[in-house]
């Protein structure tokens, strides 16, 4: 059985493991290794651990069997467009619809809530990922970042949600 809900704190070190596997595994196909060693099961833990102690972002999670497969967290409308934090698949899991299962049931909070638009980065580098956000409607919009912490040029996509 498959249930997309709203995460609990208990689902903690699930997420942490779904973050970490996905961010050391398949991340390290298209990004600097480097880049990849930063993140370390402590320091997800306190990034998760944050994110499932605030009100924003909101943070989801896909579960199969008991089991966290698939993480993804956004952050409300301020006005009409929501933000998508984050996107994170078990590695065993990638190609079975988890991903889009996610993003699909974020952009209809999104909606809900308001939004009319909503936006996104991701580490230019990571094709796959770009691909992937692409093939569910999503368009890059010329807009880049280089964010300190990470050192790598991350890209904007935006979707329309009306």
Not at 41 to 47: H, T, V
Not at 85 to 107: F, I, N, T
């Amino acid at each position: 059985m498959e249930e997309i809900r709203d995460a609990r704190g208990d689902d903690l070190e699930a997420i942490v493991r779904v973050f970490h596997d996905c961010w050391t595994i398949t991340y390290r196909r298209d990004l600097p290794a480097d880049l990849i060693d930063r993140i370390t099961p402590e320091s997800a833990r306190d990034l998760w651990s944050a994110a499932l102690n605030s009100p924003d972002p909101r943070v989801l999670v896909d579960v199969r069997a008991d089991q966290v497969v698939g993480v993804a967290s956004y952050a409300m409308p301020p006005a009409d467009e929501g933000y998508v934090a984050s996107l994170y698949v078990d590695p065993a899991a990638q190609g079975l619809g988890v991903g889009s299962r996610l993003l699909a049931r974020v952009e209809g909070r999104l909606r809900e809530a308001g939004a009319r638009r909503a936006k996104l980065w991701v580490f230019a580098a990571n094709t796959p990922s770009v691909a992937f956000y692409a093939k569910t409607g999503w368009s890059l919009d010329g807009e880049t970042t280089t964010l300190p912490e990470w050192g790598q040029p991350q890209a904007r996509m935006v979707k329309s949600l009306s």
